[in-house]
């Protein structure tokens, strides 16, 4: 599925375009193939995700969490990735 993510770091605040997956124990984000974008290639292990927060202002919703010194918000533009997200993230 792709979607867009905001990723916080102690700079700031960066926009990726990315295609997320799971695979076994990981989140998996990447550039989509064939797309002129910023790239990003991460593995974030499941274990090790902090701070899962779901949210609904205003009918949209939002999920963020806390990996390796960064903050990931994912915001549902029509795409369901919230709810695929949280499906997948239930266990934590």
């Given at each position: 599925?792709?979607?867009v993510?905001?990723?916080?770091?102690?700079?700031?605040?960066?926009?990726?375009?990315?295609?997320?997956?799971?695979?076994?124990?990981?989140?998996?984000?990447?550039?989509?193939?064939?797309?002129?974008?910023?790239?990003?290639?991460?593995?974030?292990?499941?274990?090790?995700?902090?701070?899962?927060?779901?949210?609904?202002?205003?009918?949209?919703?939002?999920?963020?969490?806390?990996?390796?010194?960064?903050?990931?918000?994912?915001?549902?533009?029509?795409?369901?990735?919230?709810?695929?997200l949280?499906?997948?993230?239930?266990?934590?």
């Open positions: 599925m792709n979607s993510v905001e990723i916080t770091d102690m700079l700031g605040v960066d926009y990726y375009y990315v295609s997320v997956s799971f695979e076994r124990n990981a989140l998996l984000l990447e550039k989509p193939r064939g797309l002129f974008a910023k790239n990003i290639k991460s593995r974030i292990k499941l274990s090790e995700i902090k701070d899962i927060s779901v949210m609904n202002e205003q009918g949209v919703d939002t999920l963020s969490f806390f990996y390796d010194r960064n903050w990931y918000t994912f915001i549902d533009y029509g795409n369901h990735i919230v709810s695929s949280k499906r997948n993230l239930m266990f934590i």
